[in-house]
């Protein structure tokens, strides 16, 4: 049975990823921003993301000094001087060194390693929340000179996109039983695919999207394909399913097209539509017209 598909037109997205970089108070010229024609919209882009993140940073650790105060303050009261002499210790280093990563983590006392947990944990979140915001723009303005056919302020965009991310939001493979939303996958492929490649390609992955439309594969009898989107619904994962192992169907109810997907282990069938959440584990194919999945099944 032949299944009707709408494809909308390609466009980039806009995601989030998660970081695992020390926490430390950046200077303004920290990165290298693109200079000459056209590329003052980027440059400006570039410095006021490092300056939002200096500035975060800075706020971060300040309250980290607060709460080391609140904590020896309290191991002080209990008469605990072990307790009291690491945390001194640790706001001595915090001073001279204005940075904590995970090298900085205490085993003892444990309230402090605790605290120190929280701290990266929070800068890493407001961070990547900073990088969310301005490395779509970014994509934009290179896929613009792109078109524009001004190769070369493109290259430089995507090399100061590059900067952005490894220095503040550098690329980590997901970890085993991870799901992705589809907005990270996209939006890593748009900001650089062969660094998108090196962290996903070859990777089986499990991302969680919106079902944008499905059909027959065209060119292979063997391969039914879903496509999922991300919060915007403006660019594409392409999920490859094996037709050996899963059937696909619609059935009609009221006016919505519902497709059936069932296999040995859902004989029932598991029912989706067009604008439902959904969970995919496939291979990462990488980019080939869009970000491409093989050997796909259906997740929780």
């Not at 598991?270 to 259906?298: F, L």
Request: a positive charge; aromatic letters at 6%.
């Amino acid at each position: 049975m032949k299944s009707r598909f709408l494809f909308p037109s390609l466009l980039l997205v806009l995601s989030f990823a998660l970081p695992s970089q020390p926490v430390r108070a950046q200077s303004r010229a920290s990165l290298e921003a693109p200079s000459g024609a056209g590329l003052s919209v980027a440059e400006a882009e570039t410095q006021k993301c490092q300056d939002k993140i200096a500035s975060v940073q800075r706020d971060v650790l300040n309250h980290y000094d607060d709460s080391l105060q609140e904590l020896q303050a309290g191991f002080q009261k209990a008469a605990d001087l072990e307790g009291a002499l690491a945390v001194r210790a640790e706001r001595q280093r915090l001073a001279a060194d204005n940075v904590l990563s995970d090298k900085n983590y205490v085993n003892e006392p444990k309230a402090l390693r605790t605290l120190q947990t929280q701290t990266v944990a929070k800068m890493q979140e407001l961070v990547s929340a900073l990088i969310q915001e301005s490395v779509p723009r970014l994509i934009e303005i290179k896929k613009g000179l792109t078109m524009a056919g001004k190769l070369d302020d493109a290259v430089a965009v995507r090399t100061t996109i590059d900067q952005l991310q490894n220095n503040f939001n550098p690329a980590v493979r997901p970890s085993a039983g991870a799901v992705l939303p589809a907005d990270v996958l996209l939006q890593a492929y748009a900001a650089d695919r062969p660094r998108a490649d090196k962290t996903y390609k070859g990777q089986r992955i499990a991302v969680r999207g919106v079902l944008g439309g499905y059909r027959q594969d065209p060119a292979d009898a063997k391969s039914y394909l879903l496509y999922i989107t991300g919060g915007s619904g403006a660019s594409w994962v392409q999920c490859a399913f094996p037709t050996a192992e899963f059937r696909f169907r619609e059935e009609k109810q009221f006016n919505n097209t519902i497709l059936v997907i069932s296999s040995k282990d859902e004989p029932n069938g598991i029912r989706v539509q067009k604008g439902q959440a959904m969970e995919i584990r496939g291979m990462c194919e990488g980019w080939d017209e869009m970000v491409k999945m093989a050997k796909c099944d259906i997740g929780k």
